[in-house]
């Protein structure tokens, strides 16, 4: 069973910044696209970044021009680079993913385990 193992996240000052990183746990499938979502206390899931196979990102109104969403394929890793953070941001913020076993014509959707990010004011 392969899983989306995330890290990266902490508590920040506002105005500062955080990296987080997650990488399939085993070798043998192939992924399409991957993405970070959040959710904070009270509120819905919601989709923050996501990047296709083939490198094109696309972000919520609310991080455009503050974070970045990036992947290296060769270690099945997606980073989202979070810059100017504000206690908005505060959230748990989960991985996602499209898997495919090799050999298989099948994509499962996985999801991370979450890490918490918090940025006080």
């Known amino acids: 069973q392969v899983q989306l193992v995330e890290s990266g996240g902490g508590l920040v000052q506002a105005g500062g910044s955080l990296r987080l990183s997650c990488a399939a746990s085993?070798?043998?499938?192939?992924?399409?696209?991957m993405g970070w979502y959040r959710q904070a206390p009270g509120k819905q899931r919601e989709l923050v970044a996501a990047?296709?196979?083939?490198?094109?990102?696309n972000y919520a109104e609310s991080v455009k021009g503050r974070f970045t969403i990036f992947r290296d394929n060769d270690s099945k890793t997606v980073y989202l680079q979070m810059n100017s953070l504000t206690p908005e941001d505060t959230a748990v913020y989960y991985c996602?993913?499209?898997?495919?076993?090799?050999?298989?014509?099948?994509?499962?959707?996985?999801w991370g385990q979450g890490t918490q990010v918090t940025v006080s004011s």
């Open positions: 996602n993913a499209d898997l495919r076993r090799l050999g298989s014509s099948v994509f499962t959707n996985y």
């Open positions: 085993r070798s043998g499938f192939r992924i399409n696209n």
């Open positions: 990047i296709t196979s083939g490198g094109s990102p």
